[in-house]
């Protein structure tokens, strides 16, 4: 049987979409617009594109966007003042600090001081325990394009059984989190799990989530499942520079039932849940309803 591809280059356009509309009826209806400020300590080059990208897409679905650039030797202090502006600041809506912070910053420390309702990532504290208890929570973006992609291919996740293979803060617990929330049986495997193939053979759902290129093979996939890659490996392949997930697509492609590819599965959803989450922070922030089909 030949997967269905799950495509979430297209299905991270209609949320672009829905988002842009919901950005629109709360300029017409209430005269706010929405803000999105990202924070970026340093010149790391992945983290540069992530920016521009995310700076980019913003202002695209009619948001306003506000980068603060600042430089490597930015001290703790000066971080902490300027994401306190942000907290201040009305017309910002969300704020999202650009990860991995040069090492003289203590990451949790920076993250926490965001006002967790303008916290998009979904990373701070206060999020990770409102999701964990099963509250309204500002949720991390991959997993929730994961569940996104999920419910849409699936419809109810009720019963099924999912596979979370990594264990980390900012995709593999919170995705394990909302799968449990739809009623899934959740198991976490990471590098420590005996017998992994044994207990992916076992998922409805597998999400893989390590950062291993190729890791899962097809014969670990139960006939049917859908599989949800989230990793982004570069490797060199025949001399050339080639993008591939933690899963064999070939082999896994043809026992799956729906598979996502890489890249155009997981990846675009990321940047359009970070803007979701803004609108939502925003609608949240006036007391509005939230728009629908945008959160978990
Ligand atoms: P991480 O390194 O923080 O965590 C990896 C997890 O995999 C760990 O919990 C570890 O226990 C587990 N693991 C490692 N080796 C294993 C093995 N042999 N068997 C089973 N488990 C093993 O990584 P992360 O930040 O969660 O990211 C995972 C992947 O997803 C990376 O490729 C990353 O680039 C990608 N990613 C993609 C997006 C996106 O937008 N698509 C976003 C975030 C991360």
């Known amino acids: 049987m030949a997967a269905q591809i799950i495509d979430g280059k297209a299905f991270a356009a209609t949320v672009r979409e829905k988002?842009?509309?919901?950005?629109?009826?709360?300029?017409?209806e209430h005269n706010i617009t929405p803000g999105l400020a990202v924070v970026l300590v340093g010149e790391d080059p992945a983290s540069q594109v992530y920016v521009r990208s995310k700076g980019k897409q913003?202002?695209?679905?009619?948001?306003?966007?506000?980068?603060?650039?600042?430089?490597?030797?930015?001290?703790?202090?000066?971080?902490?003042?300027?994401?306190?502006?942000?907290?201040?600041?009305p017309e910002v809506h969300g704020i999202l600090v650009?990860?991995?912070?040069?090492?003289?910053?203590?990451?949790?420390?920076?993250?926490?001081?965001?006002?967790?309702?303008?916290?998009?990532?979904g990373f701070h504290i206060s999020n990770v325990g409102l999701l964990g208890t099963g509250q309204k929570s500002m949720v991390p973006c991959t997993p929730l394009g994961c569940l996104m992609m999920l419910r849409d291919h699936h419809g109810s996740l009720s019963g099924m059984d999912a596979v979370v293979i990594g264990r980390s803060n900012i995709v593999g617990k919170p995705m394990a989190q909302l799968l449990l929330g739809d009623s899934c049986t959740v198991t976490i495997a990471h590098s420590r799990t005996k017998d992994l193939p044994d207990v992916v053979r076992r998922a409805d759902i597998v999400v893989a989530a390590v950062g291993r290129p190729e890791m899962v093979p097809g014969d670990w996939i139960k006939e049917g499942a859908t599989v949800i890659d989230v990793g982004i490996?570069?490797?060199?392949?025949?001399?050339?520079?080639?993008?591939?997930?933690?899963?064999?697509?070939?082999s896994c492609a043809e026992r799956a039932g729906a598979i996502t590819p890489v890249p155009g599965g997981v990846g675009p959803m990321t940047i359009a849940c970070l803007l979701a989450n803004t609108v939502t922070a925003c609608c949240r922030a006036n007391g509005l309803a939230e728009p629908e089909g945008l959160t978990a």
């Open 19 to 28: 988002v842009a509309g919901h950005v629109a009826r709360l300029k017409e």
């Open 58 to 89: 913003t202002v695209e679905v009619g948001m306003n966007s506000y980068e603060h650039k600042l430089d490597a030797e930015t001290s703790e202090e000066d971080l902490l003042a300027v994401v306190e502006k942000l907290n201040n600041d």
């Open 98 to 121: 650009q990860l991995p912070l040069p090492g003289h910053l203590n990451e949790d420390l920076i993250i926490n001081s965001i006002d967790p309702a303008k916290d998009v990532d």
């Open 233 to 250: 490996n570069r490797i060199e392949r025949d001399g050339k520079n080639k993008l591939v997930g933690d899963v064999d697509y070939a």
